[in-house]
């Protein structure tokens, strides 16, 4: 599934990190603050939009579609998961929901 808002590697990694950071409903300042060191305040909004949008199979299908494209090798795949892992580490309220979906999205990732 091909979407208008996704035309980089940081507009991807964006996409991701906001779908992660929305997976327990709620977006932290800490995880707005990660995520905004990759895209600007209006990408970000047109991008969570999206997601709002879009279901999670559509979520999930846009991650699978665009991961070969813009995480060609297993090093820049896992470069991404470890920013999954620091945005959870961001959030003091950890929560059970992020952390099933980065091991999700690990799997989408790493296959």
């Known amino acids: 599934m091909e979407i208008n808002e996704i035309k980089s590697i940081e507009d991807f ?3 991701l990190l906001i779908y ?3 997976a327990d409903y709620r977006v932290t300042e800490e995880e707005k603050a990660v995520i905004l060191s990759h895209v600007a305040a209006a990408k970000y909004e047109s ?3 999206r997601i709002d949008k879009s ?3 559509e ?3 846009i ?6 494209r813009f995480l060609p090798d297993l090093a820049s795949r896992t470069a ?3 920013e999954m892992e620091q945005l959870y580490a961001a959030d003091t309220n ?8 980065i091991l999700g999205l690990k799997k989408i990732l790493l296959n």
Not at 63 to 68: A, G, H, R
């Open 13 to 15: 990694k964006s996409f």
């Open 20 to 22: 992660l950071a929305e």
């Open 47 to 49: 991008i969570k939009r």
């Open 55 to 57: 279901s999670d199979y």
């Open 59 to 61: 979520c999930l299908e």
């Open 63 to 68: 991650v699978d579609t665009y991961k070969s």
């Open 80 to 82: 991404l998961i470890a």
């Open 94 to 101: 950890k929560s059970v929901l992020e952390r099933n979906m």
